[in-house]
């Protein structure tokens, strides 16, 4: 289930009364990109974003758009609801491993090329929530307490008639209750992945062979969830016990480099609702930082607090801004292409180097 000891872990304490400055956690802005705008790319909004290869792939709803990294130009999309061969209900969430585009919709994972033809269709035993492709031949499976399998996280080949490779964090009942906002795997890194529950306050390194805690952060909102009552309640118990109440939510993004530690956090604050929290932690002092998003505008960076968090590439964090907020932006601080957009316009994407 778990392997290693439990408590042999980092504990991170983080202030939150204790505000940093956007210097610290930002080095430089890289720039930012225009989304094409057409008729056959009008986003909704932004469900999850990745990048790869210079391609950006956005889940909006039950579509998949993709752009150029360099110049946000409309490079198609992946639009195949049915019940036919190659097609979806639904997207529950995407990834994309060496150019190839991963589709997971209940029990089944079809795999796309970049013109949106289908390639191959995986199905699995149990319907799950999300997932993270680590390989052709590797990919994790989350269920969020939700399925007849009973394990949260399932390894396997899809290669190999999607042979069963390991199984972590078991639960006793299928609760059958789905969060459409639970990020659970943080990033991927070099033989392994960072993985975070929601309303959890651990960050584990999930590999085919371990399944262990390695940061715990203390944060002091005024509801700390223990790990007695995470793993001694349902999720619909949690949710109503903590809504609109001060609490973590999801610690959504991890990336680890050079000793320091860089993580986005989900919280409900009390007076201000749900808030993206950035926090920077020296992992040989656990010294940590605090920076509330959206707080304050800083004009030596007056665009990292003017959107949302969509996650990392690398040293760089990606933010989102609507069309209409990037363009008063644009015209409060000078910056002429950004105020020469129009409102209706798809976000921009702004591009942003952490500062280790």
């Known amino acids: 289930n778990r ?42 909004g932004i469900d999850k974003l990745k990048i790869e290869n210079d391609v950006i792939y956005i889940a909006d709803g039950d579509v998949l ?17 049915g019940r036919g061969p190659g097609e979806y209900i639904y997207i529950d969430d995407f990834d994309v491993c060496d150019s190839e585009i ?3 919709s209940g029990n089944k994972i079809i795999v796309y090329d970049n013109s949106g033809s289908s390639l191959r269709t995986v199905r699995m035993d149990y319907g799950y929530d999300k997932f993270c492709v680590v390989g052709k031949d590797r990919v994790w499976l989350y269920s969020s307490r939700s399925n007849d399998g009973k394990f949260n996280f399932v390894l396997i080949d899809p290669s190999d008639g999607n042979k069963v490779l390991a199984e972590y964090d ?13 990020r659970p795997f943080c990033s991927k890194e070099s033989g392994f992945v960072y993985t975070a529950q929601i309303y959890d ?12 805690p390695v940061y715990e952060f203390d944060i002091n909102l005024k509801n700390r969830i223990t790990q007695e009552e995470l793993h001694g309640s349902s999720y619909g118990e949690l949710s109503d016990r903590y809504k609109n109440e001060e609490s973590l939510r999801n610690i959504e993004y991890v990336t680890v480099d050079d000793n320091t530690l860089f993580a986005v956090f989900s919280c409900f604050l009390s007076e201000r609702g749900y808030r993206d929290c950035f926090v920077k932690v020296d992992l ?6 605090y920076y509330l998003v959206n707080e304050n505008i800083d004009p030596a960076f007056p665009l990292f607090d003017s959107g949302d968090i969509e996650g990392y590439d690398g ?25 020469a957009i129009s409102e209706y316009d798809n976000p921009v994407l702004v591009f942003h180097t952490l500062n280790y």
């Open 201 to 212: 306050n651990i960050v584990y390194r999930l590999s085919e062979d371990e399944y262990e």
């Open 315 to 339: 040293k760089t964090v990606i933010s989102s801004i609507y069309a209409a907020w990037a363009k008063k932006q644009g015209e409060d601080f000078g910056i002429e292409d950004l105020a």
């Open 170 to 182: 078991p639960f006793e009942e299928n609760e059958s209750y789905l969060f459409s906002d639970n």
């Open 65 to 81: 758009q993709m752009f150029d990294r360099k110049d946000g130009k409309w490079l198609g999309k992946i639009d195949r609801q």
């Open 284 to 289: 040989k002092s656990g010294k940590s930082e």
């Open 102 to 104: 991963y589709v997971l």
């Open 3 to 44: 392997t290693g000891d439990d408590n042999n872990h980092q504990l991170i304490t983080v202030d939150i009364h204790q505000q940093g400055e956007i210097k610290d956690f930002i080095k430089s802005m890289d720039g930012y990109v225009f989304l094409e705008t057409n008729d056959s790319c009008i986003l909704q």
